[in-house]
Each structure stands twice: as structure tokens, then as C-alpha cells.
């Protein structure tokens, strides 16, 4: 007895080949579909199987491949049954068929069926028979189906989009080329399958949802965002469903290059210098790259998918960036927003805006150039909007000190010019001054007016003797000098002349190198700028002068543009008096600029000051917290001697051979993310395990978990100055979570230990920055060795 299969999708053959079969004695086994047969084909092997050529679903030359390609099927004997086998002579051979047999006339077919139950057939002719086909006579509208038939499949065939139908199981029933490839699967090898069976968790639950959706609202429905099947990206379109719900159809769009070429841009992007972040058409961040988080200190996880959120920026309320006023093309909105003539075209890209503003980042303003333009494809659809920004604070600063050089370059080339023709003018008025006073009697009444006269000529002269100073500076003949010596002098003299209620403190390092200087100059300096002090302390106060030796790293030079790497002698001069507001600080060391009453002062001690120490190849800097009313303070950088600066510098390089860690973990904690680099690249070379964190609650939160899982952090380096949390605080905190918790400050204040916050003092050292690698090497060696050597509980 024989196992028959028979597939066809009209119930009178099945039920015809039923009772042939059952009545030859064989066993019957009936699928009306390709599905319905692949499903028994899994619990059955037929011995013959007779099927139908055309059925919807898997048709009968798909089915017959599917069987050749089953090596359990090897032996089984395969016969077509073809209604159109007078039209269309079947290629037997490609399907792998043994025999066909053109349904016709049910008597006729049965004498066919029967004789190949019996084996009664030449079952290895060549090419195959086709049995009953010369009783049938050919159809012309079966030709004309039947061609419009091959005109379809030809197009299916070629089509770039991936074509698969689907039952209403969501088996695959049919699939195209194109669809085969994208899904990385064989045509014979998807027909049957479950198609989500096919796919990752992600991209399955994307087409259950697309194609519930098409059921529901019995329309086209495409998926949002492509598919990822494979190492493909796919776009997905679903056709609308029958009627019945039985079935329905996904159209493929292979977007793989497209998304490579995205992906390629966004890289190159992410991995510019340049700060960039991009929204689409909903004004949702498709980018941020890394320069970005540098900028601004917030990461792109924190803003993708999300509205650009001007908070970063700005403080107040939410308002639209430039990209989101450039997407939706609203230029009255940018006018209102940012001033008329602030944002102007791009002189080469016509349709990109820019301009230049202050923006608070990190708690800081930064002076940033932006520009922003719309991304469009190829035939002009708007994609989204791209902004650029350049972090221009380092450049406005040089361009300031530039103008300022100039302004004194133009002062001194001034004086040099003027000073010989008034001095001229100043001896005449002068010497004809003293010659009348030989020629009147004594006690006469004019002898008081040649008096002052003189004396105006004398202050005239003086005067000119300044201004010339500026022409001069570099001719001045520069010998070895301790600052120490300059220093201490003229501080004993400001406490024999100034008020007793101004008290003058000194604090200076021992042991500085020599610096080369003009030593008369040097008194200058400090004199001018205690001077400048002196008049910020109306009610009294102190003027503090401290010295030190300090070293200027690449790191700082490179946001102070003005300054070169090497070592230092520095002063400072700070005062606790009246401050001063923005905008005199700007012009401090303009000539002849004074906040004094006329005449209380020239105007020209602060700029003799700043002309002399850059005649030192020095630098100077002025600084006055805000608010106004917390003192100012002025810092003098003045390299020391040559020939000591390269014995410092051998000094320094042993110093650097400092005894390594033993993998001791500290935790850096700064807003500044090039210290944070320089300082764990320093540390992490030396063996310390080092993390950073760019805010004190970031810091906090890692200290916990540092605690928590049993690998504490021996060392905290603390940066005092901070937004949001600052170090005090920081320090208050920690000190609750761990009370044994060991934390170095650094600042960039010169202030002593005592006017620190009673939380700083219980840090175990301050560090002035910029501060020497030996200083931080050592002072963390000592700390890390300190806690060593106490019992942790």
C-alpha cells in the first residue's frame, strides 16, 4: 500500500482522487493549498504525490522544487496535474516532475490516475509524458491569461522592492527575488515559514504591530523607522488586507546604503572637532556629537530623540535655537529673538544663517560663532536642520590683548615722537619763569604765580617722563634680581607712609631663582599696583603681596593664549577692598584711563605697571570676583634667569621620576574637562586608578558607589570653584557619606588655609593652580600614604 499525496485547490478533484485512490487500495492523503501540503509533509512521507500546477498561495511548480529539494523526498514520484496543458506544455524537467497528467474529462483522467497507481507508466521517459493532453483542445482567453500571467511574474521578478505574501497565519505563501535576498533566505525556504520566525525580537515585534495595524484600518500602513533583519536595514510597507482577514502583503525597501552613507556622515561628524548637533522635521536631536558634550557637558543620550532644549544655552525660559527657526524658515522669529543685523547669511552658503553671541556653558559664558543651515536630499525635500558652533572666548581674549598691545604700542610711539618738542616747549616756559623771578623783588605778589608755574612745568615733566617710559622699556639694561628683595622694600616703605589702618602682610616663597629684570623698574611694578590697592581701601583694610615659583603647563598656556610653557617667578597683590565692575577691568591697563576725580591721578600707574612687565617678556593679570566688593587682585608671571631656568628644568624632569603608585583609585573632580584629561593621563601613567567627574553630585554619586561595592576611592582631588555644587559643599557632603574621606582642593585663588570654609579645612592640603607636577605628585603620595596608614572602618 502506498502513501498518495494529492494538492489541489478545487474539493471536486480532491474528492475524485480520494476514492480512486482509496479504491486501488492505496492510503489518501488531500491538501487543497502549498501551505496545506507542507504541513503534511512534515508528519507524513508520500510515496506519490499528485499535484496541481496553478493554485493561489505556493503554486504547484514552487511546491514541486520545495519537494525535489527535501533529500527525504529523494524517491518520491512527483505527477502534475495541469487544466492547462494544451496551452502551456509544462517544462517537467526543471520542476523535477516524473509525469504529468491534463485533467480533462473525469473517465479519461481516471484511467490515467489508475495507470500510474499501477505503475503502469514509463516513469523514466525523456523528456516526461504528458498523458491526455491530445484529447484537449487549446483555449485562446486560457492564452491570453496565461501570458498575462508570465507578463506579472517577469515584472515581480525584477522588481527591486521585496514582495511577500503572507497568509492570514502569516505564513509566506509567496516571495520575489528581491525579497529573498533582503531577508537572506531562499525563495524555497521562506514559502511555508512563519515570517517573524525569520527575524530579531526588535524587528518582529515592529512587523506584528505593522501588520495588525493594516488589519485594523484596512489601508497601506508603513512601519516607523527601518527594520533591521540581518546586516540589513529594511523599510516596510503593508498592503492593505482582504476582506476576510485571510492574508495580506509587505512590500521591502532595501535602505541599506542609504543608511550606510547616514551612518558614514554621522561618524565623520561625531568625529569633527567642530560642535555640531542636528534635528529632523519634528525638531527632535537626531545628533549630537562628541565635541557637543565636550561644549556644552551634557551627553547625547540625555537629548536624542528629544526637542533641542535651549536650557543648555540660555538661562530662563525655553525658547527656539537658530536650527529650529532656520527649519520652519521663521526670519521674523530670528530678528525678534536675536536682534535686528545679529544673524546675517553666510557669505558662501547663501541659505545657512550665523552670527555670534555669550552663551552659559558649564556654569560659564563662552563667546561661541554659530551657524545654521537646513539639510534637504537630492530633489529638495527638507531631511531637517543642522547647527555648528566654535567656542571663539580664547580668540576674542587674544584679539583683546592684541588691541591692547597696539593701544600701547601707539601710546609709546606717541611719546617717543611728542616727548623732545614738549620738553623743549616745557625748558622754555620754565627757564623764562626763572628769570623773572631774578629780575622782581622779593615779597612781590607775581613771585607766588612763578612759583606755581615752575611747578606745573615740573608735574608737565613728569608726566612726559612717564609716557616715554613706553618707548624705553626694552633699552633698560636687565641684571640678575630677587623679586624677594624688590618686595620687601617696598613694603617697608608703604608701612612708613600709608595710613596705620591699611596693613601691608607679606608672604613670600624663600629660595626663588633669580629673575632678569631692571631692579629701579621692578619697585615700579609693585609700588603702582600697591598704589592701585591703597586707593581701593578707603576705610582700611590689607594689601596682601604674596611670591612663588610656579610653572606654567601646556594646558595652561593653551587657554591663556598670551602665556608660554616654562617657569615662573609670581607676585600677587590682592587687597580685601572695594572691587571692581566688569567694565573697568576691561580697560584697567588703558593709558590715561582712571576711576578717580580729576586730579586725584593720571591714569598711567596700572598701564606703566603692564608695559614694564612685558618689557620682562612677563605677563599680568587683574581679577576681581563677582559681585563687586570682594577685593581685587593682581597676578605678576615674570620668568626666571636662562641659565637657571635650564637647571629648574633638568630639577624638574627628576622630579618626574616620582615613585608610582600601587594602584591606589582617586577620583578627579572638575568642570574642566581638558584639567580632568591632563590630570588622569598624569596619575593613570604612574599607576593610580583614576575616574573623573565633571559636578560635585556626579562625584558624590560615584564616591557612594565607590563605598557600596567595597573599592573605595583613598584620594578625592577637588576642584573649589564649581557650578551647581561647588567645593565647600561638596566637601560637606562627602564628609557625611565617609568622615574619614580624604580630599585635596585645588583653586585658582591664592588664599590662605585659614580664610577657607571651616569644611575646606578639613581637607588634607590646597593646591594653588596652576600648580607644579612635582607639588601635586608628591602631595598625593603623602595623602594616599597618610590614609595607609590609618585603620578604615
Given at each position: 500500500m502506498k502513501?498518495?499525496?494529492v494538492?489541489?485547490?478545487?474539493?471536486?478533484?480532491?474528492?475524485?482522487?480520494?476514492e480512486?485512490?482509496?479504491?486501488?487500495?492505496?492510503r489518501?492523503?488531500?491538501?487543497s493549498?502549498?501551505l496545506e501540503?507542507?504541513?503534511?509533509?512534515?508528519?507524513?512521507?508520500?510515496?506519490?504525490?499528485?499535484?496541481?500546477l496553478?493554485?493561489?498561495?505556493?503554486?504547484?511548480?514552487k511546491?514541486?522544487?520545495?519537494?525535489?529539494?527535501?533529500?527525504?523526498?529523494?524517491?518520491?514520484?512527483?505527477?502534475?496535474?495541469?487544466?492547462?496543458?494544451?496551452?502551456?506544455?509544462p517544462?517537467?524537467?526543471?520542476?523535477?516532475?516524473?509525469?504529468?497528467?491534463a485533467k480533462?474529462?473525469?473517465?479519461?483522467?481516471?484511467?490515467?490516475?489508475?495507470?500510474v497507481?499501477?505503475?503502469?507508466?514509463p516513469?523514466?521517459?525523456?523528456?516526461?509524458?504528458?498523458?491526455g493532453a491530445e484529447?484537449?483542445?487549446?483555449?485562446?482567453?486560457?492564452?491570453?491569461?496565461?501570458?498575462?500571467?508570465?507578463h506579472l511574474?517577469?515584472?515581480?521578478?525584477?522588481?527591486?522592492?521585496?514582495?511577500?505574501?503572507?497568509?492570514?497565519e502569516?505564513?509566506?505563501?509567496?516571495?520575489?527575488?528581491?525579497a529573498?535576498?533582503?531577508?537572506?533566505?531562499?525563495?524555497?525556504?521562506?514559502?511555508?515559514?512563519?515570517?517573524?520566525?525569520?527575524?530579531?525580537?526588535?524587528a518582529a515585534?515592529?512587523?506584528q504591530r505593522?501588520?495588525?495595524?493594516?488589519?485594523?484600518?484596512?489601508?497601506?500602513?508603513?512601519?516607523?523607522?527601518?527594520?533591521?533583519?540581518?546586516n540589513?536595514?529594511?523599510?516596510?510597507?503593508?498592503?492593505?488586507?482582504?476582506?476576510n482577514?485571510?492574508?495580506?502583503?509587505?512590500i521591502l525597501?532595501?535602505v541599506t546604503?542609504?543608511?550606510?552613507?547616514?551612518?558614514?556622515?554621522?561618524?565623520?561628524?561625531?568625529?569633527?572637532?567642530?560642535?555640531?548637533?542636528?534635528?529632523?522635521?519634528?525638531?527632535?536631536?537626531?545628533?549630537?556629537n562628541?565635541?557637543?558634550?565636550v561644549?556644552?557637558?551634557?551627553?547625547?543620550?540625555k537629548?536624542?530623540?528629544?526637542?533641542?532644549?535651549?536650557?543648555?544655552?540660555?538661562p530662563g525660559?525655553l525658547?527656539?535655537?537658530?536650527?529650529?527657526?532656520?527649519?520652519?524658515?521663521?526670519?521674523?522669529?530670528?530678528?525678534?529673538?536675536?536682534?535686528?543685523g545679529?544673524?546675517s547669511?553666510?557669505?558662501?552658503?547663501?541659505?545657512?544663517?550665523?552670527?555670534?553671541g555669550?552663551?552659559?556653558l558649564?556654569?560659564?559664558p563662552r563667546?561661541?560663532?554659530?551657524?545654521?543651515?537646513?539639510?534637504?536630499?537630492?530633489?529638495?525635500?527638507?531631511?531637517?536642520?543642522?547647527?555648528t558652533?566654535?567656542?571663539?572666548?580664547?580668540?576674542?581674549?587674544?584679539?583683546?590683548?592684541?588691541?591692547?598691545?597696539?593701544?600701547?604700542q601707539?601710546?609709546g610711539?606717541?611719546?617717543?615722537?611728542?616727548?623732545?618738542?614738549?620738553?623743549?616747549?616745557?625748558?622754555?616756559?620754565?627757564?623764562?619763569a626763572?628769570?623773572?623771578?631774578f629780575?622782581?623783588?622779593q615779597?612781590?605778589?607775581?613771585e607766588n604765580?612763578?612759583?606755581e608755574?615752575?611747578a606745573?612745568?615740573?608735574?608737565?615733566a613728569?608726566?612726559?617722563?612717564?609716557?616715554?617710559?613706553?618707548?624705553?622699556?626694552?633699552q633698560?639694561?636687565k641684571?640678575?634680581?630677587?623679586?624677594?628683595?624688590?618686595?620687601?622694600?617696598v613694603?617697608?616703605?608703604?608701612?612708613?607712609?600709608?595710613?596705620p589702618?591699611?596693613?601691608?602682610?607679606?608672604?613670600?616663597?624663600?629660595?626663588l631663582?633669580?629673575?632678569?629684570?631692571?631692579?629701579?623698574?621692578?619697585?615700579?611694578?609693585v609700588?603702582n599696583?600697591?598704589?592701585?590697592?591703597?586707593?581701593a581701601l578707603?576705610?582700611?583694610?590689607?594689601?596682601?603681596?604674596?611670591?612663588?615659583?610656579?610653572?606654567?603647563e601646556?594646558s595652561?598656556c593653551?587657554?591663556?593664549p598670551?602665556?608660554?610653557?616654562?617657569?615662573?617667578?609670581?607676585?600677587?597683590?590682592?587687597d580685601?577692598?572695594?572691587?571692581?565692575?566688569?567694565?573697568?577691568l576691561?580697560?584697567?591697563?588703558?593709558?590715561?584711563?582712571?576711576?578717580k576725580?580729576?586730579?586725584?591721578?593720571?591714569?598711567l600707574?596700572?598701564?606703566?605697571?603692564y608695559?614694564?612687565?612685558?618689557?620682562?617678556?612677563?605677563?599680568?593679570?587683574?581679577?576681581?570676583?563677582?559681585?563687586?566688593?570682594?577685593g581685587?587682585?593682581f597676578?605678576?608671571?615674570?620668568?626666571?634667569?636662562?641659565?637657571?631656568?635650564?637647571a629648574?628644568?633638568?630639577?624638574?624632569?627628576?622630579?618626574?621620576?616620582?615613585?608610582?603608585g600601587?594602584?591606589?583609585r582617586?577620583?578627579?573632580?572638575?568642570?574642566?574637562?581638558?584639567l580632568?584629561d591632563?590630570?588622569?593621563?598624569?596619575l593613570?601613567?604612574?599607576?593610580?586608578?583614576?575616574?573623573?567627574a565633571?559636578?560635585?553630585?556626579?562625584?558624590?554619586?560615584?564616591?557612594?558607589?565607590?563605598?557600596?561595592?567595597?573599592?573605595?576611592?583613598?584620594?578625592?582631588?577637588?576642584?573649589?570653584?564649581?557650578?551647581?555644587m561647588?567645593?565647600?559643599q561638596?566637601?560637606?557632603?562627602i564628609l557625611?557619606?565617609?568622615?574619614?574621606?580624604?580630599?585635596?582642593?585645588?583653586?585658582?585663588a591664592?588664599?590662605?588655609?585659614?580664610?577657607?570654609?571651616?569644611?575646606?579645612?578639613?581637607?588634607?592640603?590646597?593646591?594653588?593652580?596652576?600648580?607644579?607636577?612635582?607639588?601635586?605628585?608628591?602631595?598625593?603620595?603623602?595623602?594616599?600614604?597618610e590614609?595607609?596608614d590609618?585603620?578604615?572602618?
Open positions: 502513501t498518495v499525496l494538492v489541489d485547490n478545487q474539493p471536486l478533484i480532491l474528492k475524485f482522487m480520494e480512486l485512490i482509496d479504491k486501488q487500495g492505496h489518501p492523503v488531500l491538501a493549498s502549498g501540503a507542507l504541513e503534511a509533509l512534515q508528519k507524513v512521507k508520500p510515496d506519490l504525490v499528485f499535484l496541481d496553478v493554485m493561489p498561495n505556493i503554486d504547484g511548480q511546491l514541486c522544487r520545495i519537494l525535489r529539494s527535501d533529500p527525504r523526498l529523494r524517491e518520491t514520484k512527483v505527477v502534475i496535474l495541469s487544466a492547462i496543458a494544451s496551452e502551456e506544455a517544462n517537467l524537467d526543471s520542476l523535477g516532475a516524473n509525469l504529468c497528467i480533462g474529462p473525469l473517465p479519461e483522467m481516471s484511467l490515467h490516475v489508475q495507470a497507481l499501477e505503475d503502469r507508466v516513469w523514466n521517459s525523456h523528456p516526461p509524458l504528458v498523458l484529447t484537449i483542445h487549446p483555449r485562446e482567453i486560457t492564452k491570453e491569461l496565461l501570458a498575462t500571467r508570465r511574474e517577469l515584472i515581480l521578478e525584477h522588481m527591486s522592492e521585496g514582495i511577500l505574501e503572507l497568509s492570514g502569516g505564513k509566506i505563501v509567496f516571495a520575489n527575488p528581491s529573498a535576498r533582503m531577508v537572506g533566505v531562499s525563495e524555497l525556504n521562506l514559502l511555508g515559514k512563519n515570517l517573524l520566525d525569520l527575524m530579531g525580537k526588535e515585534d515592529k512587523v505593522l501588520l495588525e495595524e493594516g488589519l485594523l484600518k484596512k489601508q497601506p500602513v508603513r512601519a516607523a523607522g527601518p527594520l533591521r533583519i540581518g540589513r536595514k529594511l523599510e516596510a510597507e503593508c498592503l492593505p488586507f482582504r476582506a482577514g485571510s492574508g495580506g502583503m509587505l525597501s532595501d546604503p542609504i543608511h550606510r552613507t547616514a551612518e558614514l556622515v554621522e561618524h565623520t561628524l561625531d568625529k569633527a572637532p567642530l560642535p555640531a548637533f542636528m534635528i529632523d522635521t519634528q525638531h527632535r536631536v537626531t545628533l549630537w562628541r565635541a557637543m558634550e561644549l556644552t557637558g551634557v551627553s547625547r543620550d537629548v536624542l530623540g528629544k526637542p533641542a532644549d535651549s536650557s543648555i544655552f540660555y525660559p525658547r527656539p535655537l537658530l536650527l529650529d527657526l532656520v527649519l520652519d524658515m521663521d526670519l521674523e522669529a530670528v530678528e525678534q529673538l536675536y536682534g535686528p545679529a544673524i547669511t553666510h557669505p558662501v552658503f547663501p541659505e545657512a544663517l550665523e552670527g555670534t555669550t552663551f552659559l558649564r556654569g560659564k563667546s561661541l560663532h554659530f551657524l545654521a543651515a537646513r539639510i534637504t536630499d537630492s530633489e529638495g525635500g527638507l531631511l531637517g536642520a543642522i547647527e558652533l566654535e567656542d571663539i572666548t580664547e580668540r576674542e581674549e587674544l584679539q583683546k590683548h592684541l588691541q591692547h598691545a597696539q593701544k600701547m601707539a601710546v610711539t606717541l611719546a617717543a615722537g611728542m616727548a623732545h618738542e614738549f620738553n623743549n616747549i616745557l625748558a622754555a616756559i620754565q627757564g623764562y626763572q628769570l623773572m623771578g629780575n622782581i623783588p615779597g612781590d605778589a607775581n604765580y612763578l612759583r608755574i615752575e606745573s612745568c615740573q608735574r608737565a613728569g608726566l612726559i617722563r612717564k609716557m616715554l617710559a613706553f618707548s624705553r622699556m626694552d633698560s639694561e641684571l640678575p634680581v630677587k623679586l624677594n628683595q624688590v618686595v620687601e622694600g613694603a617697608q616703605m608703604l608701612r612708613q607712609t600709608l595710613p589702618k591699611i596693613q601691608i602682610i607679606l608672604d613670600l616663597q624663600s629660595g631663582p633669580f629673575i632678569s629684570g631692571e631692579y629701579a623698574q621692578l619697585e615700579q611694578v609700588l599696583l600697591c598704589l592701585n590697592a591703597k586707593d578707603p576705610e582700611g583694610g590689607e594689601i596682601r603681596l604674596c611670591t612663588s615659583l610656579c610653572f606654567l601646556e595652561f593653551r587657554s591663556h598670551w602665556a608660554r610653557p616654562g617657569h615662573y617667578v609670581k607676585l600677587q597683590v590682592q580685601n577692598g572695594l572691587g571692581m565692575e566688569p567694565e573697568v576691561d580697560r584697567i591697563f588703558e593709558p590715561f584711563f582712571t576711576t576725580e580729576p586730579g586725584r591721578g593720571t591714569g600707574g596700572l598701564t606703566i605697571a608695559s614694564i612687565v612685558k618689557s620682562h617678556k612677563g605677563y599680568i593679570l587683574a581679577e576681581s570676583p563677582a559681585p563687586c566688593g570682594r581685587s587682585s597676578t605678576v608671571f615674570l620668568p626666571v634667569l636662562q641659565e637657571q631656568e635650564m629648574l628644568q633638568q630639577e624638574q624632569e627628576e622630579k618626574q621620576k616620582a615613585p608610582k600601587r594602584g591606589e582617586i577620583l578627579l573632580v572638575d568642570d574642566e574637562p581638558q580632568l591632563i590630570g588622569k593621563k598624569m593613570a601613567s604612574l599607576n593610580y586608578r583614576v575616574d573623573t565633571s559636578e560635585g553630585r556626579e562625584g558624590l554619586a560615584m564616591y557612594a558607589k565607590g563605598l557600596q561595592e567595597g573599592d573605595p576611592y583613598l584620594l578625592v582631588i577637588l576642584d573649589m570653584a564649581m557650578p551647581v561647588d567645593g565647600s561638596f566637601l560637606s557632603h557625611e557619606i565617609d568622615p574619614k574621606a580624604k580630599v585635596l582642593v585645588s583653586t585658582g591664592a588664599l590662605p588655609r585659614e580664610n577657607l570654609g571651616m569644611e575646606l579645612q578639613r581637607s588634607v592640603g590646597v593646591m594653588e593652580k596652576p600648580f607644579e607636577l612635582e607639588l601635586l605628585l608628591k602631595t598625593v603620595r603623602d595623602a594616599l600614604d590614609v595607609l590609618e585603620p578604615r572602618v
